[in-house]
T-cell receptor, first 113, second 109 residues
């Protein structure tokens, strides 16, 4: 198994600012994923972050808005840039510890005013 | 693209009742996941299934590959089981998960 922590757990931000969310795993993993869950909606994959390469973004998500860093095999950050109220969501990171086995972090609840 | 449908969308039960949540998908998969999300937002993986049946405590998950259908059962439900239950599938060499919209379960004492 893998234990994942995220910081911050929640934040309230002003429109136009940026927030960086950290994801820490207790073991080395190759693949890390960032998801968004808008209110009342299911999870949507933002991007896949592999160590040593650029993140791969899903349709509808761009690097300028959601820059991602993956400096090593246990850590990643997601930045939500130039925020608007539509960015209010829960942001979750997950890791693939083994084939078809994903572990999720506790999530970051973001409110943009 | 796989379509994942869950039913019911909302479910209210009395403590002690037997709960069933259903999940169906449209395209063959390599694995199906049942996830639990509490109001705080964090997600816990309950089961990963590729065939048959799995049991963990009061939770039972089954999958019928031919019917493209899975069920999650909760026996002797308890108010602490109140949460959203999400079905997700992954297919073939694609690690990406496709998620259902979830079932919001409320168990009243």
């Amino acid at each position: 198994s893998a234990v994942i922590s995220q910081k911050p757990s929640r934040d309230i931000c002003q429109r136009g600012t940026s927030l960086t969310i950290q994801c820490q795993v207790d073991s080395q993993v190759t693949m890390m994923f960032w998801y968004r869950q808008q209110p009342g909606q299911s999870l949507t994959l933002i991007a896949t972050a592999n160590q040593g390469s650029e993140a791969t973004y899903e349709s509808g998500f761009v690097i300028d808005k959601f820059p991602i860093s993956r400096p090593n095999l246990t850590f990643s950050t997601l930045t939500v840039s130039n925020m608007s109220p539509e960015d209010s969501s829960i942001y979750l990171c997950s890791v693939e510890a083994a084939r078809d086995t994903q572990y999720f972090g506790p999530g970051t609840r973001l409110t943009v005013l | 693209k796989n379509e994942v449908e869950q039913s019911p969308q909302n479910l209210t039960a009395q403590e002690g009742e037997f709960i069933t949540i259903n999940c169906s998908y449209s395209v063959g998969i390599s694995a199906l996941h049942w996830l639990q999300q509490h109001p705080g937002g964090g997600i816990v993986s309950l089961f990963m299934l590729s065939s048959g049946k799995k049991k963990h405590g009061r939770l039972i998950a089954t999958i019928n590959i031919q019917e493209k259908h899975s069920s999650l059962h909760i026996t002797a439900s308890h108010p602490r089981d109140s949460a959203a239950y999400i079905c997700a599938v992954s297919g073939g060499s694609n690690y990406k998960l496709t998620f259902g919209k979830g079932t919001l379960l409320t168990v009243n004492p």
